[in-house]
């Protein structure tokens, strides 16, 4: 019996380890895609505001494409 729970104890030490590694895996990653997020939005107000820019310029002075 003492072979059994020396085999649990260390079963269960190595699942703590594993468990904390992919906790720092887990926080790493979750960073990582904050950051990523971000220059997402970022990327997403420059573009929507240079389309705003866009929006007016030049439209009203030039002729429908030949297709319309």
Same mark, same amino acid.
């Not at 020396?6 to 380890?17: I, N, S």
């Not at 997403?44 to 030039?62: C, H």
């Given at each position: 019996? $003492?072979?059994? %729970? @020396?085999?649990?104890?260390?079963?269960?030490?190595?699942?703590?380890?594993?468990?904390?590694?992919?906790?720092?895996?887990l926080a790493s990653q979750?960073?990582?895609?904050?950051? %990523?997020?971000?220059?997402?939005?970022l990327l997403y107000e420059q573009l929507?505001?240079?389309?705003?820019?866009?929006?007016?310029?030049?439209?009203?002075? @030039? $002729? $429908?494409? $030949?297709?319309?």
């Amino acid at each position: 019996m $003492p072979e059994s %729970l @020396e085999a649990l104890e260390t079963k269960v030490a190595f699942l703590e380890d594993t468990v904390a590694n992919l906790d720092v895996a887990l926080a790493s990653q979750q960073r990582v895609l904050l950051a %990523l997020q971000d220059q997402v939005r970022l990327l997403y107000e420059q573009l929507k505001e240079q389309g705003i820019r866009n929006d007016g310029v030049g439209q009203e002075d @030039e $002729p $429908p494409p $030949p297709h319309y």
